[in-house]
């Protein structure tokens, strides 16, 4: 349901972009992102999960196609594979820090 809610997420972010720069769309959904974390972790409800869900679907999709835009102005001509690649490699990377922090978090809560 998520991915589905991001491909929403990243019209919706295009209209934002229309309004503001993208840099500063991709503040916006950073804020957002820190905010869901941050009221996820006093959260208790299934309900709430939910909607905190639906909330993150909606910037993961934004914070996923600006970032790659941006990132796409920002190299230089002729080095797009080499950072491209880079740029892929290190988000693999950090599949596995997330759930690793997250643990953690989790460990000192309880």
Request: charged content about 10%; overall charge positive; hydrophobic content about 50%.
């Amino acid at each position: 349901i998520q991915q589905f809610i991001a491909f929403g997420g990243a019209y919706l972010f295009i209209l934002i972009t229309r309004k503001m720069k993208t840099k500063w769309a991709i503040v916006l959904s950073l804020a957002v992102w820190t905010g869901v974390t941050i009221w996820a972790y006093f959260g208790t409800s299934t309900r709430l999960f939910y909607v905190q869900a639906f909330i993150i679907g909606i910037v993961a999709g934004g914070t996923n196609s600006l970032s790659r835009s941006l990132f796409s102005r920002l190299i230089p001509a002729g080095c797009e594979s080499q950072l491209f690649s880079l740029y892929e490699v290190s988000q693999r990377g950090t599949s596995f820090i997330g759930p690793l922090v997250y643990g953690f978090v989790t460990s000192a809560k309880n």
